[in-house]
């Protein structure tokens, strides 16, 4: 089935520096989720990008399907950003969802 | 004001008993998934459903049943079967499928000792 990677596993930050994640994926997908999963467990929709770029406050994502990767850019981070951010794609059969690894990132005050 | 509702937030049980966990969501949408993730892990697939009275094993369903009577809900039972059911345990939603966008509720924490 489809592979999800995700680097790095983690990372640490200084207040108001600027990320960026990434997502590799194993085949061609119709669906990319970027998700925050905040301290309390809460998944949180960043972005559904399955090609193309879009933009959101700090947060940007970019998805470069035909090279089966997408970037999850973060400026100006804060504390608040802290947390875990898991991408997902369609399973081969476009019943499921199969999730990366995850970023643990720490954003510094 | 749409979205998925998981109940209760926090849930202690002894072992050998059987717990349901609720999960609701008035977004109309007809696939539902359950989750489960472990401290400093990953989401894994436990059930899925991509319809009513329909549902499918995920990847760890041993030890777990869920039923889907009505579109908008899909409750996991935690069995005395499930050899490690402490967890935190998420349940989402997805318009028709994993070709749209998926929403998770908050989930529910379950101690079992």
């Known amino acids: 089935g489809i592979q999800v990677e995700q680097s790095p596993p983690d990372l640490i930050l200084q207040e108001g520096a600027n990320s960026t994640l990434r997502c590799n994926f194993s085949d061609s997908v119709n669906n990319l989720q970027w998700f925050h999963q905040n301290p309390w467990g809460q998944l949180i929709n960043l972005f559904y990008?399955?090609?193309g770029t879009k933009q959101n406050g700090r947060l940007s994502a970019t998805t470069v399907a035909t090279e089966r990767y997408s970037l999850l850019y973060i400026s100006s981070s804060q504390t608040t950003d802290s947390g875990v951010y898991f991408c997902?794609?369609?399973?081969?059969?476009?019943?499921?969802?199969?999730f990366g690894p995850g970023t643990r990132l720490s954003v510094l005050p | 004001d749409g979205g998925i509702t998981q109940s209760p937030k926090y849930l202690f049980r002894k072992e050998g008993q059987n717990v349901t966990l609720s999960c609701e969501q008035n977004?109309?949408?007809?696939?539902m998934y359950w989750y489960r993730q472990d401290p400093g892990q990953g989401l894994r697939l436990i059930y899925y459903?991509?319809?009513?009275?329909?549902?499918q094993k995920g990847d760890i369903a041993e030890g777990y049943s869920v039923s889907r009577e009505k579109k908008e809900s899909f409750p996991l039972t935690v069995t005395s079967a499930q050899k490690n059911p402490t967890a935190f345990y998420l349940c989402?939603?997805?318009?028709?499928?994993?070709?749209?966008?998926?929403?998770f509720g908050p989930g529910t924490r379950l101690t079992v000792t």
């Open positions: 997902a794609v369609e399973d081969n059969y476009g019943q499921n969802f199969v």
């Open positions: 977004l109309n949408h007809d696939a």
């Open positions: 459903s991509q319809i009513v009275n329909d549902f």
């Open positions: 990008i399955p090609s």
């Open positions: 989402a939603s997805a318009l028709a499928g994993a070709y749209h966008e998926q929403y």
